[in-house]
């Protein structure tokens, strides 16, 4: 057998990896985390918030310990249609009871990785992995360290989005625009003061906005503001497939920036009031996975095992984000694989013994649930006829100086009709939303 | 606020080799050049004097990846070789 250096090599130091590093070194394996940054965090972006039960049952203290923003008690949902905005907000203050918070990665892989090292993890920063190999007995991971080949029973590629390991070991098939989406964010100083007045939260309450509905009728574009503590942050997704035909001129001219739109967005009337005097800290730029459960690529061989947004573990549901807690889950499992493999003796079966898990955990089963959701969030209707009918009614019920008359369902009814949907379109896209919410 | 703007809140280890590299005789064919306006940073720039028109600069890139997939993937275009920066290098965020 040959000498191994490490049982196991993860690689990406995201959350995803370090969950399966913390679980491994607390079981007294020898495993090394590899990262390219400095430091933790400095080549990681999320929104977002923190869906905390998972990252509770590894580190019960952790609500008190890591570097948390604010304690997320409220959602809303806007449909932006011209000038108008429909929204459904969603406060409830038993959210508190649960463990979601925002975050800044920056601040929290920082502290989580520290926290595995102290478990007994190695940590190997500054150093990109370029490979991945297996032999008969074991598994190597190659780094652009002189002498940094690092041989090993079992490899977790938690290396994100553009996965080195994926590509380099062909488990993942080459990703196409309509496989992802495009981000852009700042981060901009509000001030702590000015974030409760504006968003009317208490202390460390904070606030999740999602926008749809700008450009009029471009589909899968969003946006979406989170509270920190201090700062905001305010940022646009877009499917590449769409990001590439959307125009100056409106959906379908070529040539848009997303960080054009986003400009537009934060300067649309019933937006600027949350972020303006912004003094921008920061700007960022990254992919999102938009795979659903059917298109989702392979995710082990045999010694290798992916996992987080390197597995393309991220769902989009229309009014919140999935991908931090999934890739934490995804982590604990390979780790858990891996005590599995080292208990039988046996490193063969580590990847699929892996998938078999997580193909029954809470992660692969809510993205199966929801399978139908990306293509019904590219459904143009969702982005123009549906918030004007919304807006056109609710003008109706509440505008002393409209023309509308009559009961508010005639005139949702005449909306309706002077909209682009069809009553078809109407009965479909009802049911596809019943079925894929 | 302009992209350029923005990206002055930025910082860069930079390194002196190129993660990604332009092979411009694909841009001589490519029409629609979506890498103008799909790159977060403007790494690419028009200069009707380039081959292709297509001149590129990795300095500023903030490692999305989305060249990778809209050209690099693409069996009509396919000009950028994408790979990640050295150890140590690159863009470096301070918020997340
Ligand atoms: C704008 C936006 C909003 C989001 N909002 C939410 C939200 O509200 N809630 C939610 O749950 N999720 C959200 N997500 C999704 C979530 O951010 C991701 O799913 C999650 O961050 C993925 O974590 P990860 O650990 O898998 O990968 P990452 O955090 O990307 O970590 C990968 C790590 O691997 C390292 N690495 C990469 N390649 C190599 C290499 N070759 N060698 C060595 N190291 C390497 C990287 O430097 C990095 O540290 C959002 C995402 C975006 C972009
Ligand atoms: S998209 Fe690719 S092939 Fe087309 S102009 Fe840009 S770099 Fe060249
Ligand atoms: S990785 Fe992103 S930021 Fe860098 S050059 Fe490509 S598109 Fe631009």
Redesign the interface.
Known sequence: MTAVDFDVVVVGAGRAGTAAAYKLAAEDFDVALVE???QP??????GGVLYGQILADLVPEFPEEAPLERHVVEHNIKLLHGDAEVSIGYRDMDLLEEPNYTL??????RWFVDRAVDEGAVFV????VRDVTQARDHAVVH???ENGDLACHAVIGADG??T?VGRATGIQR????P??A?S?K??IDVGRDTINERFNLDSDEGAAYIYTGFPEGAPTIGYFIYTYDE?I?VGAVGG?EV??WLGDEGYAE???????LL?EFVELDTVRPYVQGES????????LPELSYESLPDRYDRRIALVGDAAGLVLNKGYTFRGLDYGIKSGLLAAESAIACDREGNWEAFGRRYDQWLENSYVLQDMKQHRHLPEFLKNERMYGAYPGIATETLRGMYSAGSDAQGLTWKQAYRAFRNSDAGFLDLLKDGYRGLRSL | ?G?Q???E??QW?VSEAAHITVDNDYCVTCE?K?C???C??ECFDYQADQKGGIYFAYEPC?????C???CG??PEKGAVS?S?????K???????
């Open positions: 390219r940054a400095k965090g400095m080549k990681n972006v999320t800044m990665l920056g601040k929290f892989d920063p500054e150093t990109t780094t652009d360290r989005v553009n080195t080459t990703m196409r625009n496989d992802m495009l852009v700042k981060v700062y942050s590449l990001l590439r070529s040539g848009t920036p997303l960080y054009s400009e921008l800290q920061e700007y960022q730029g990254i992919l | 606020m992209v703007d923005s990206l809140t930025v280890d629609d979506p103008l306006h799909l977060p940073a903030v490692e999305c990846g989305a990778m997939v809209f993937n693409d994408w990640k920066s050295e150890g140590g690159g863009v470096e965020f301070d918020f997340g």
